[in-house]
T-cell receptor, first 112, second 113 residues
Framework: GDSVTQTEGQVALSEEDFLTIHCNYS??????LFWYVQYPGEGPQFLFR?????EKGSSRGFEATYDKGTTSFHLRKASVQESDSAVYYC???????????FGGGTRLTVRP | EAAVTQSPRNKVTVTGGNVTLSCRQT?????MYWYRQDTGHGLRLIHY???????QIGDVPDGYKATRTTQEDFFLLLELASPSQTSLYFC????????????FGHGTKLSVL
């Protein structure tokens, strides 16, 4: 079955640091890949999506590139802010399917 | 922005109790989902539906029932609640399924004592 692995369970950075959260997936076919963000007390929110090899998704300064060769969709941001502190989820879904598979989540804490 | 509303926001019950969690979406979406969120496990799919009267089993369905009464309303039922079902529950909706974005509610925190 499909699976999504986020390497980092927790990441702690200072403001203006560079962020990388690693996401690798295992799935048949050509799934769509997603990043969601969850702020305290809220439900997850869609950040962005990519659906084909080498496609870059981006939003709010975050970006990730679909890499079918390495089965990866790593999240990056050049300069984090304290307001980016949240839990980030990588996910995959098939266009003809109904189920979205989530990774375990990465808690990002940004110190002022 | 699409709206998904869950109720209640918090619920406390005892072991063996009967609990119903409610979810309403006003997006005219076809798909609705129930997830549970636990530390160390992320988001896990309990049940989902692609229309009124339809129900599909998710990845962690044991101990849960669900019912989709209308296009808008999706309920999660715990008929004999156990402490292992203490969790944060999220409802979500989507127009065409897993290839497009999901819209989540704010969650229901359930404690089973």
């Amino acid at each position: 079955g499909d699976s999504v692995t986020q390497t980092e369970g927790q990441v702690a950075l200072s403001e203006e640091d560079f962020l990388t959260i690693h996401c690798n997936y295992s799935a048949s076919g050509y799934p769509a890949l997603f990043w969601y963000v969850q702020y305290p007390g809220e439900g997850p929110q869609f950040l962005f999506r990519a659906s084909r090899d080498k496609e870059k998704g981006s939003s709010r300064g975050f970006e990730a590139t679909y890499d079918k060769g390495t089965t990866s969709f790593h999240l990056r941001k050049a300069s984090v802010q304290e307001s980016d502190s949240a839990v980030y989820y990588c996910a995959l879904g098939h266009n003809a399917g109904a189920k979205l598979t989530f990774g375990g989540g990465t808690r990002l804490t940004v110190r002022p | 922005e699409a709206a998904v509303t869950q109720s209640p926001r918090n619920k406390v019950t005892v072991t063996g109790g009967n609990v119903t969690l409610s979810c309403r979406q006003t997006n005219s979406h076809n798909y609705m989902y129930w997830y549970r969120q636990d530390t160390g496990h992320g988001l896990r799919l309990i049940h989902y539906s692609y229309g009124a009267g339809n129900l599909q089993i998710g990845d962690v369905p044991d101990g849960y029932k669900a019912t989709r009464t209308t296009q808008e309303d999706f309920f999660l039922l715990l008929e004999l609640a156990s402490p292992s079902q203490t969790s944060l529950y999220f409802c979500a909706s989507s127009d065409i399924g897993a290839g497009e974005r999901l819209f989540f509610g704010h969650g229901t925190k359930l404690s089973v004592l």
